[in-house]
């Protein structure tokens, strides 16, 4: 699935119009992406509570990360591009490793900490479910720690509802953090 910038999801359209979308292409990841997709992610390691882990990544310390989410089925990774320069990333994941799960999928999204509020999370989370419309997966699921005013109402524009909070269950920075559970059907 190759987009550049056109959404057919009503909910999410009028929220692209805030970057020029002409500029942004959504495409498979490629093993070549690795290094954005980690400096992206490493941005956020370092400077926030959103990821729990504490130490950044080498490219390398992400192969197989990367190659979890791009079985090219259930789990997908998607990139934003914009003039040749990787400015967000979005894909599903295994969610647990026992059989019974193999039909839920937990989606992760990161932009670049210069593209945010841009609209490049609704175009890649519209391009993602787009792409796995037609797979055997009945729910979406993801996680996100609290406060994080920006995600809850992305995900929300998607048709995820909260489905509970684990509190403190994460240490970072010196302090404990709450994440909140969202889930969707994957087709709403």
């Not at 999204?109 to 391009?127: N, P, W």
Request: hydrophobic share 35%; aromatic share 12%.
């Amino acid at each position: 699935m190759i987009a550049t910038g056109v959404l057919s999801d009503p909910r999410v359209s009028s929220r692209v119009g805030k970057i020029e979308m002409s500029k942004i292409r959504v495409r498979e990841a490629s093993r070549t992406d690795l290094s954005a997709i980690t400096e992206i992610y490493n941005y956020y390691v370092i400077h926030t509570p959103i990821t729990f882990d504490t130490t950044p990544f080498t490219p390398e310390q992400r192969a197989t990360w990367f190659d979890d989410h791009c079985d090219g089925r259930r789990y997908r990774l998607l990139v934003a591009e914009e003039n040749d320069k990787i400015v967000g990333y979005a894909g599903t994941g295994r969610f647990r490793a026992k059989p019974a799960y193999d039909t839920s999928v937990e989606a992760t999204i990161y932009c670049a900490s210069d593209s945010t509020r841009r609209g490049v999370g609704a175009l890649l989370y519209g391009a993602l479910f787009e792409d796995i419309a037609h797979e055997d997966i009945n729910r979406i699921l993801g996680g996100i720690t609290l406060p994080n005013d920006a995600s809850l109402a992305l995900h929300r524009r998607f048709g995820f509802k909260q489905a509970g909070v684990f509190g403190e269950n994460g240490r970072k920075f010196g302090r404990y953090w709450d994440v909140a559970w969202v889930e969707r059907a994957l087709r709403i």
